[in-house]
């Protein structure tokens, strides 16, 4: 049966395109691990992680178990180009002495697959690119910690450890997979006394993306914490544009301020309604050199079947606002819900075990794994959006964990000679001609 185009692996943008591309920059970062046993290579210890978070693995000792089983090492050899998989003990050995700095280029060179792949056009908004910013936690304990980590000191006496990420990803109001850069980790830096914090990675996200990306237009969208003057002129700075949650509590100068000079527009789009007011050039707030802004709000009213959804939010924006923008800004800042829904939200509960404590160590290893844990959500996201052999296999399936299933199923009872091979027998089910998977009676 001939296959569509629906069903064509997209070379660049397909599982075996990037994790070559991954493997390119793993095999370039030199090991500082000073394990006496150098048989398993830096690069082959990074792939089987990555490995460990493409098949969802609930934990490492799963992945561990797992491998043991020689079909299983067969298909990670094979699909994965791993030499040699190592130990879930070796593996957190090495990954510890990793710098989180050296798995940044493997997003970077992913990210520009997918430029020249013209998936990127897709996302075009507003003169360039949405990218949602905001942070959250992903190691919280009483008892576990390394240097790494910030801590905090409870009135009960209590001290609690953990890390957090400032995640990034490029997204678009129209469509529901989100593009990740690569995320700040928000740790206790060297030689600092005080804890890291949301502001400071933030810096550090846009000084990274400014050498990364020097000619990327972006509207940086987040919430209300970031409606404050070192945010908004951090990212002026920086030569992006912004819009921001700004909420009365939270802003008071302000919405005091635009009392009788806003102006207002009521736009229809179908059967729902939307209320704007707006005013260009106003203070953010009262402190010194406070910055100027653009506000708007807006109250809604979207019917969805029989149902009628009411909402409102205001929010600051560097872009001049007209009436014939207005909608689409709007547009643009609710879409910082996709930072939690398409994203956090995704990695928490469809598979990819986000908040498991896959090994903490002494260093960077928990930082590792959460790094190439995103560098996995973003081949997934690339592959959804691209390549048609991945969109085929989703469709068969109820939801994406239960795709995560059948292909971990897959790898464990068959011999797989192809990422093509395997998405094929997926979508198809395994009831067309050249699509079964033999068995290994070996």
């Given at each position: 049966m001939k296959r569509g185009p629906q069903q064509r692996e997209k070379k660049k943008l397909s599982m075996s395109g990037l994790l070559n591309v991954a493997k390119r920059i793993f095999s370039s970062i030199s090991s500082a691990c000073k394990h006496k046993d150098?048989?398993?290579s830096l690069c082959d210890c990074l792939l089987s992680a990555l490995a460990m978070f493409s098949l969802k693995f609930p934990s490492l000792l799963a992945f561990d178990r797992g491998k043991a089983e020689p079909i299983v090492q067969d298909n990670l050899t094979r699909l994965f180009q791993i030499g040699k998989v190592p130990c879930d003990t070796y593996m957190r050995e090495v990954l510890d002495e990793v710098n989180p700095e050296d798995i940044r280029p493997a997003f970077l060179k992913v990210f520009h697959e997918a430029q020249r792949g013209k998936?990127?056009?897709r996302y075009e908004y507003l003169d360039g690119y949405l990218c949602l910013v905001d942070g959250t936690e992903i190691f919280h304990s009483e008892e576990v910690h390394c240097k790494n980590c910030c801590k905090k000191e409870h009135r009960d006496g209590r001290i609690t450890y953990h890390h957090q990420i400032l995640g990034a990803v490029i997204a678009h109001p129209d469509l529901h997979q989100v593009i990740p850069l690569c995320p700040e980790p928000i740790t206790k830096q060297d030689g600092a006394t005080k804890n890291d914090c949301e502001q400071n990675a933030f810096q550090r996200f846009l000084?990274?993306?400014k050498k990364e990306h020097p000619r990327l237009k972006l509207t940086i969208v987040?919430?209300?914490?970031?409606?404050?003057?070192?945010?908004?002129?951090a990212v002026r700075n920086n030569e992006h544009h912004?819009?921001?949650v700004a909420k009365a509590d939270g802003n008071r100068t302000l919405y005091e301020s635009l009392k009788g000079i806003t102006k207002e527009v009521?736009?229809?789009?179908?059967?729902d309604k939307y209320k704007f007011r707006y005013a260009n050039d106003v203070v953010l707030n009262d402190t010194k050199n406070a910055p100027t802004v653009n506000f708007f709000d807006c109250e809604w009213v979207e019917i969805e079947g029989k149902r009628e959804k009411k909402?409102?939010?205001?929010?600051?924006?560097?872009h001049k606002i007209t009436e014939k923008n207005i909608y689409a800004l709007m547009r643009g800042g609710r879409t910082r819900w996709k930072v939690e829904n398409e994203t956090f939200n995704t990695l928490k509960n469809q598979g990819y075990q986000f908040e498991h404590n896959f090994g903490h160590g002494n260093k960077n290893l928990h930082t590792i794994f959460a790094l190439l844990m995103m560098l996995a959500f973003l081949?997934?996201?690339?592959?959804?959006a691209a390549c048609g052999l991945f969109q085929a296999a989703l469709a068969g399936m109820e939801s994406k964990r239960a795709l995560w299933e059948r292909l971990r199923s897959f790898f464990q009872l068959y011999q797989i000679s192809s990422w093509e091979h395997i998405f094929i027998a997926m979508s198809h089910r395994l009831t067309f001609k050249g699509t079964a998977l033999p068995l290994d009676t070996c």
């Open positions: 150098k048989k398993i998936l990127l056009e000084s990274d993306l987040s919430d209300a914490l970031s409606a404050n003057a070192p945010h908004v002129n912004f819009i921001v009521v736009i229809t789009v179908g059967k909402g409102y939010c205001g929010w600051i924006t560097s081949i997934d996201q690339v592959q959804e």
